[in-house]
Structures are given as C-alpha cells and as structure tokens.
C-alpha cells in the first residue's frame, strides 16, 4: 500500500493473467477476515505480471489494517500475501479553532501521535496581522502510514484603542482667556499609536463647564471616547 493519510490509501500487487482473461479486487479490513472489497477489475489475456492498484477510503486509523490481493480466472483463485497497513492517529491539545489576540505570543498547544512517533507542524502564525491561520500536524508510524490534522488560528483584534487625556481633568480656564487644550494620546493593542479627534466646544467668552471629547478608531472596527 502507498499513500496511507488518515482514512486513505492506494493498495497495490502485480497480477499475471496466464493467457486467461483475468479479474481482480482487493480485500481489506481490521483483521484478516477482511470484510471489505474493492470493486472488480478486468484484465486482458496475456502473459506477463501486470501492475494494479485501487484507491481506497474510509478504514480505521489508529490500528493496523489488512489488505490482500484476489485474482480469478478460469484456473481458479489466486490469493495475495496479507498486507498490514494504516495510519496513525494525530489528536490535537488545546482548541480548534484557536483564537490569539493580536500582537500576544501565540503558544502551540501541540498534539500526539497515537504511535509515539514526534509529531511535526507546518504553518505559521503572524500575531501582528488580525487573520486566520492553518497549522498542520504530522506524525508517521511503523507501518509507514502517515496522519494529519490541522489546526484553525484566528488571530483577532478584539480590543478598542486606549485614550489617555493630558493635562488636569478637570480643567479650569479663566474667563476670556485662551484655551489650549492639553489634547490627548491613543495607543492600540494591535494598530499602535492611532490618531485622535477632537470635539471641543469651549466658549471662552461665557462661563459654563464644557465637555471635550476625543475619540480614536483602530483601522479594524473598533473605537472608544474619552472626556
């Protein structure tokens, strides 16, 4: 068998007709009853080994397969040699989909391999670019039979930027006298530094308390207002 991923495989044998015409399938199963076949196959007369294989889907991983060859003619039936196959199972630690804030680390979780072979990951993860992200585990076992999962990343920006007002808060002016606002400063998780806007509607020519406000937008939907 090649290409054993997971649930899947290519079976594989050589069937030599004799100069009869000549059917072919495969069984395949968790034991050597088998219980699965493949469907059949036609081969031509002839008189030379020739190279069959079949796709096939759907078995147990986590567990050693068999599969044989069966080929029929009018001589009778010729059984193959047993074959044992399959893949491992990879199960992930931790959740999928897995949401980073952005700009934190992203900490691999990490998974097993049900063989007790390492496990490799492919993929990355950018923690400062709000995207989805696909990370795939790998792990082999002894019969050659090959496992995969994959992990969903949603790194996310979640949080709205941080407004700090400068200067006294409250501010007292003096009637008639120029205000100069002391402004004030944004910073955001992911974006950075963000500008902010100013809402002031002081009259310095009439006495009164007056709000300013600021307000600040991250670029990825989020705002927030101080006074």
Excluded: K, M
Excluded at 16 to 44: I, R
Excluded at 180 to 207: E, Y
């Amino acid at each position: 068998s090649t290409g054993v991923t997971n649930s899947t495989a290519t079976l594989n044998g050589t069937v030599n007709p004799n100069q009869t015409p000549t059917t072919y399938h495969f069984e395949f199963g968790s034991t050597t009853s088998y219980g699965s076949f493949t469907p059949t196959n036609s081969l031509p007369a002839g008189g030379s080994a020739i190279a069959v294989s079949i796709a096939i889907s759907g078995f147990a991983p986590d567990i050693p397969n068999h599969c044989r060859l069966v080929a029929v003619s009018v001589e009778g039936v010729s059984l193959g040699s047993d074959i044992s196959f399959g893949s491992p199972l990879i199960t992930l630690f931790g959740a999928n989909p897995f949401t980073n804030e952005c700009h934190p680390a992203f900490t691999d979780p990490g998974a097993t391999n049900s063989a007790g072979f390492p496990v490799t990951v492919s993929g990355s993860v950018d923690t400062n670019n709000p995207a989805t992200y696909f990370l795939t585990y790998t792990g082999t076992n002894t019969l050659g039979g090959v496992g995969t999962v994959t992990r969903t990343v949603v790194v996310q920006d979640s949080l709205p930027p941080i407004i700090t007002v400068l200067g006294d808060n409250p501010f007292t002016n003096q009637l008639g006298q120029p205000f100069v606002d002391p402004g004030a400063t944004a910073a955001d998780q992911c974006a950075g530094t963000v500008s902010v806007t100013t809402n002031n509607p002081v009259n310095v020519s009439l006495a009164g308390t007056y709000t300013v406000s600021y307000s600040a937008t991250d670029g990825n939907g989020h705002s927030a207002t101080n006074t």
